[in-house]
């Protein structure tokens, strides 16, 4: 059924991404397909770079990797099944160029319950369902 799904995780709030990826390990492990994990970084404007140090960048980049490989460890699904990506962007953005370049056939990403906030601008998530090309399932936390 699905072959390739895409979990979007924002470190920053691993509780609210651990029910869609509880949720994608269970579609996985029925269908037989593979999980992509996927954190994207948020650019630092460049007014604030000449008060970072030279090495930020790859820093930022390194914690990242290895935050999100030790989450694709725990999830339950054998090695060769789980891979993970840390892109820079915008979410939705970033989320979608990832879902369409890997031909995911199914995006599981995890919300809050709507804000006044999230209603009046709109959030990541309701974003990647309205422009996703393929299925997606937003679970809540």
């Known amino acids: 059924m699905f072959k390739t799904i895409l979990v979007p995780v924002d470190l920053g709030e691993v509780d609210t991404a651990k029910p869609a ?6 579609i996985a492990k029925t269908s037989g397909g593979t999980l992509r994990l996927i ?3 948020a650019i630092v404007p460049v007014t604030y770079m000449e008060f970072m140090p030279p090495t930020f960048d790859e820093e930022q980049q390194g914690e990242a990797d290895a935050k999100l490989a030790k989450l694709a460890a725990g999830v339950g ?8 990506v840390v892109r820079l962007g915008s979410v939705y953005a970033e989320v979608l160029d990832e879902a369409e370049k890997t031909g995911a056939d199914l995006v599981v990403i995890g919300s809050h319950r709507p804000t006044m906030a999230t209603y009046l ?3 990541n ?6 422009h996703a090309k393929c299925s997606v399932l937003v679970v809540r936390a």
């Open 21 to 26: 990826i509880d949720k994608a390990v269970e």
């Open 39 to 41: 954190y994207v970084r």
């Open 77 to 84: 699904l054998p090695s060769d099944r789980v891979s993970a």
């Open 121 to 123: 601008l709109g959030s």
């Open 125 to 130: 998530a309701a974003t990647i369902v309205r």
